[in-house]
């Protein structure tokens, strides 16, 4: 009976210090400063087209449930802004393509031998 009794005062001991450590221990600082968040360590490049290396590299810092949700926010808005330039972009010019084999002279700017060219026309090339 003594040998549990000391077993369970030891046990609230050990519970009592644990808690004031975590808690703060009475120190002047107070409690436990906060942890400044995790930021996105290699956003998504500003100044050029995002390509397939930069998604492969795309790492989110976890948060305390998860992954932050306004990196991934805003990595998701970049994304979808890009993919429907894209997409526009190669509308255009498949309809560009199915105009000019529907004319009478078929020739299609760019076009050297079931080849067409994907770079944007030059303001020399817009006359």
Known sequence: MVMFLFLVVALAVVVAAVTLAVVGGGESDGPLPEAAPERLQD???PDRPIDRADIDGLRFPLAVRGYRMSDVDDALSRLAAELAERDARIADLESALAGAQASPGGHVP????????MEKPGPEDQQ
Request: glycine share 18%; net charge neutral.
């Open 110 to 117: 760019g076009h050297v031998s079931g080849h067409v060219s």
């Open 43 to 45: 956003p998504l490049p």
